[in-house]
């Protein structure tokens, strides 16, 4: 029978995991529409209005379903995290009051403009209202971020005793803002929703090719997500070493995690995949020697912190991250592959004859979205079994008097309610897809004009 504990993680878990299919899209459409719209400005073609207004009735209905699965997330703080919360209050409040003040309300202001506001405003009024509503999402992940990376490399509090009880309390809000993992992480969480709204165009794009259905509509769909695709892949590998270093200098048992290593200071190899026995401390599977030191200090040879350096207590789950961790990077490096390839069949001119290649991009959607997941995962659970590291234990943080038995039941009410939800978001999504952005209205010749008004008098 799992205690307490357990059930409120797995409850944490299972509604921060539902909730984050949303943002990451909700992001990256909403830098594509800014992409789209912008280029109807330059150009005035109206097929790029075209290609915006269709986006925009996607992109409301990720947001509504983000808004709506993070609030519940911010309730367990109080329901099942009291101790947490009291502890952190000061210092936690900060970030989640910011993103309210100056992105939710930003991204939320200029929405029913962005929605509603075609045929009412000005194009320069719109499109500045698309872009106030990317930048809000993409503040909005800036402070949720902040947050969160507190809770990784925790900088800028002392602890003091109220009332008997330690709380944290900000002694330097800059040093809280841009503690040691804020700027790697938010950038690498930024390019995968950037990644998340490329592949969901380019493959509802791919998909209308395929069906001969808004041909021209589909292939600019295509093209514009392949350049953004391509360009925040890359980018992402980039980032990703960024991160390793950040991980390996002070987070140095998560990273002995990812890779499966163990002897506490050791050159350090890379594994390509496998599985890790932890009771023999091996791993199972090809492994390039040293790459692992070469990465973080371009020295084959270099020692690297290992998980025998810490006490076993305090270690995380080695194989759950280890597999997270290398599912991650290989569906970011199948991404990479994928968006070149496009762009290279592009350059040759023969893009859309590969219909394999076409059908690869429809279902490349899942891409972005496992892998924002599984990164997820791989943060968190590998910051176990710490909820602010070295400082604060997980098993500090839950609330003293809940009952399992009700945490339980929430699970099995929560797991019924997303699956609903879940099942409603994809029959509205495809329903939308299906449809197919609104048809261009026919302009007509000045004789056509003067012949219709003809009709008309008569």
Known sequence: MMNTLMLSRIQFGL???????????????????????????????????????????????????????????????????ANYSRFVGDVFGAPLASEGI??????????????????????????????????????????????????????????????GVARAQIVSFEQVVFNPSTLDRLGHVLLGAFLSGAFLVLSVGAYYVLRKRHGDFGQRCVKLALIMAMVCALLQLVSGDFNAKMIGKYQPAKLAAFEGHFPAHAPAGMSIFGWVNAAKQKVYGPRIPGMLSWLLYYNTKAKVTGLDAFKPALRPPVNPVFQSYHAMVAIGMGLIFVSLLGVFFWWRGTLFQQRWLLWVFVFSVLGPEMANELGWFSAEVGRQPWIVYNVMLTSQGVSPHLAAGDVLGSIIMFGVIYLLLGMLFVFLMNRKIQQGPAELPVELSPPEVAKAHGRLDA
Do not use: C
């Open 102 to 163: 100056f992105a939710f309300f930003l991204e939320s202001g200029f929405l029913s403009v962005l929605l509603f506001g075609w045929n009412r405003v000005g194009p320069k009024t719109h499109f500045l209202a698309t872009v106030m509503v990317s930048l809000g999402s993409i503040f909005s992940a800036v402070w949720i971020l902040i947050a969160n990376s507190w809770m990784q490399t925790p900088r800028g509090f002392h602890i003091v005793l109220h009332d």
């Open 15 to 81: 509604t921060i995991s539902f909730h984050y299919l949303f943002p990451p899209l909700s992001i990256g459409l909403a830098l594509m529409m800014v992409l789209m719209e912008g280029m109807y400005l330059k150009t005035g073609d109206k097929k790029w209005e075209q290609m915006t207004r269709f986006w925009t009735g996607l992109f409301a209905l990720t947001f509504g379903l983000g808004v709506a699965t993070g609030i519940v997330m911010e309730f367990q703080f109080g329901t099942n995290w």
